[in-house]
């Protein structure tokens, strides 16, 4: 079975361009998750989709953060513009269902913003 | 705000003893609880969840959930150098798909020779 895929894995952008990431899940997975984890401190749930709707948004940071996932499969996550505190790693994961069941990472894409 | 604390580290345990890790969090309706680990530069990959008050065991290592006390710890005996990573507790506060799971910030194991 594949794991979760993630491009890029790394990416180095100044403050104020736009960057995107993309991510696609295990398949059959209804839910889709991205976090953002900085250095030292634990995954931070941004957006969490069911199928290919939004379950939860609610630390995503709109102004500048968007996400979707069109027909319920892979999903991309942009930032624009950047700065310089969304340095992080930005983890994609997936889960059979919303619930309690375990939750598979992608392998991240680590972002430089200089 | 729903919070999921851990002791950052390092913890430093010798090979071959138990590796003791502790996690508390806020919201007392919390359900699910697992231990995520997570060696440097790699994604999180689960190694134990546990959903009731007791002790739950796998291999080397036993999870301990007490509800009351809203804590939940993850054991490791026979501690390998391989164990050395940062641990990270996760709770999912309920049971509706608006309930988000919330990590601590991990607590870093080094298993020293």
């Known amino acids: 079975e594949a794991g979760v895929a993630q491009s890029p894995r790394y990416k180095i952008i100044e403050k104020r361009q736009s960057v995107a990431f993309w991510c696609n899940p295990i398949?059959?997975?209804?839910?889709l998750y991205w976090y953002q984890q900085i250095l030292g401190q634990g995954p931070k749930l941004l957006i969490q989709f069911q199928n290919n709707g939004v379950v939860d948004d609610s630390q995503l940071p709109k102004d500048r953060f968007s996400a979707e996932r069109l027909k319920g499969v892979d999903s991309t996550l942009k930032i624009q513009p950047a700065k310089l505190e969304d340095s992080a790693v930005y983890l994609c994961a997936s889960s059979s269902d919303w619930g309690g069941n375990e939750q598979f990472f992608g392998p991240g894409t680590r972002l430089t913003v200089l | 705000q729903k919070e999921v604390e851990q002791n950052s580290g390092p913890l430093s345990v010798p090979e071959g003893a138990i590796a003791s890790l502790n996690c508390t969090y806020s919201d007392r309706g919390s359900q699910s609880f697992f231990w995520y680990r997570q060696y440097s530069g790699k994604s999180p990959e689960l190694i134990m969840s546990i959903y009731s008050n007791g002790d739950k065991e796998d291999g080397r290592f036993t999870a301990q959930l007490n509800k009351a006390s809203q804590y939940v710890s993850l054991l490791i005996r026979d501690s390998q150098p391989s164990d050395s990573a940062t641990y990270l507790c996760?709770?999912?506060?309920?049971?509706?798909?608006?309930?988000?799971?919330?990590f601590g910030s991990g607590t870093r194991l080094s298993i020293r020779p």
């Open positions: 398949s059959g997975h209804a839910t």
């Open positions: 996760a709770v999912l506060p309920g049971y509706s798909s608006a309930s988000k799971i919330i």
